[in-house]
Antibody, heavy 122, light 107 residues
């Protein structure tokens, strides 16, 4: 069965960096785009970034562009989110989610991990 | 960015009721709309994609409709397991956006 397991969250000071990981299993990782979606405490969902199945293209929400980088290692079935210059408003549960397709055209997210919590606080 | 507006924000209903949630897009998104269900402390779950296609394994009491800028999610006969928060999502563009959510509460 499809599994997505996020890790790497924690408490970090403003301005510092953090790298999240999402380990995938139960499907052919190299044929699916992957997303990061976040949810601030008690708030709605915010799409963060997507990476194509082969890693050749990435797209970001304006709120994180220039600070966050999504990448993937298809040999390890893992997608990453490098978060730099963190701000208090980046505090959220971060979910990785599988794109129904290759990521080359927008598609819904058909499987989600359980999330990893990032808290940005001094 | 395309803005998604859901209504109502909160909905109180009883088991067996028929309920409808509306999602409006700030510009046309054709049929590129999904609906998700989220329960407290859990990840969202895909219910409907392409506005009206039922995801595999989702009960048939859930249905979606709409095109362009106005969409609806209908639950034909509420079950106890359906009390949750529902989000719409447009995926017409890479910069995907979600509605603010509708919390479905027990009356």
């Amino acid at each position: 069965q499809v599994q997505l397991v996020e890790s790497g969250g924690g408490v970090v000071q403003p301005g510092r960096s953090l790298r999240l990981s999402c380990a995938a299993s139960g499907f052919t990782f190299t044929t699916h785009g992957m997303h990061w979606v976040r949810q601030a405490p008690g708030k709605g969902l915010e799409w963060v970034a997507v990476i194509w199945y082969d890693g050749s293209n990435q797209y970001y929400a304006d709120s994180v562009k220039g600070r966050f980088t999504i990448s993937r290692d298809n040999s390890k079935n893992t997608v990453y989110l490098q978060m730099n210059s963190l701000r208090a408003e980046d505090t959220a549960m971060y979910y990785c989610a599988r794109d129904r397709g290759a990521g080359t055209t927008a598609s819904p997210h058909d499987y989600w991990g359980q999330g990893t919590l990032v808290t940005v606080s001094s | 960015d395309i803005q998604m507006t859901q209504s109502p924000s909160t909905l109180s209903a009883s088991v067996g009721d028929r309920v409808t949630i509306t999602c409006r897009a700030s510009q046309s998104i054709s049929s590129w709309l999904a609906w998700y269900q989220q329960k407290p402390g859990k990840a969202p779950k895909l219910l409907i994609y392409k506005a009206s296609s039922l995801e595999s394994g989702v009960p048939s009491r859930f249905s979606g409709s709409g095109f362009g800028t106005e969409f609806t999610l209908t639950i034909s006969s509420l079950q106890p397991d359906d009390f949750a928060t529902y989000f719409c999502q447009q995926y017409d563009s890479y910069s995907q956006t979600f509605g603010q959510g509708t919390k479905l509460e027990i009356k």
